[in-house]
């Protein structure tokens, strides 16, 4: 059972930067994603990134452009780099692991044996 603590959310201004961290147990994994879930809606995939051994990364449409994930395996540490934060991105985002591949695609919140506890992030207007 791979273990995650968020942190890193809080209140901002729309356009300004965040920096999510999710520290986990480890690293040996097919990946950590980032989810994301607004008041009175479902939980959104945000980004994704493989395990230790991998090299890819991967983006919803919303996060493009916007969002950086990216790793340091010395701490087994993933980062969500959050840029030109809106009102829309006000969540509680949470990091999961997916130990091995599926069917699913790693936007599908099927397979992921564990999760964080959330961490609330706020943009006013």
């Known amino acids: 059972q791979v273990t995650l603590v968020e942190s890193g959310g809080g209140l901002v201004q729309a356009g300004a930067s965040l920096k999510l961290s999710c520290a986990t147990s480890?690293?040996?994994?097919?990946?950590i994603s980032w989810f994301r879930q607004a008041p009175g809606k479902e939980r959104e995939f945000v980004a994704a990134i493989s395990g230790i051994s991998g090299r890819w990364t991967y983006y919803a449409d919303s996060a493009k452009g916007r969002f950086t994930i990216t790793r340091d395996n010395a701490k087994n540490t993933v980062f969500l780099q959050m840029d030109m934060l809106t009102p829309e991105d006000t969540a509680v985002y949470f990091c999961a692991a997916k130990p091995v591949a599926t069917a699913q695609h790693i936007d599908v919140p099927v397979g992921y044996t564990s999760w964080g506890q959330g961490t609330q992030v706020t943009v006013s207007s």
């Open positions: 480890t690293l040996s994994v097919y990946g």
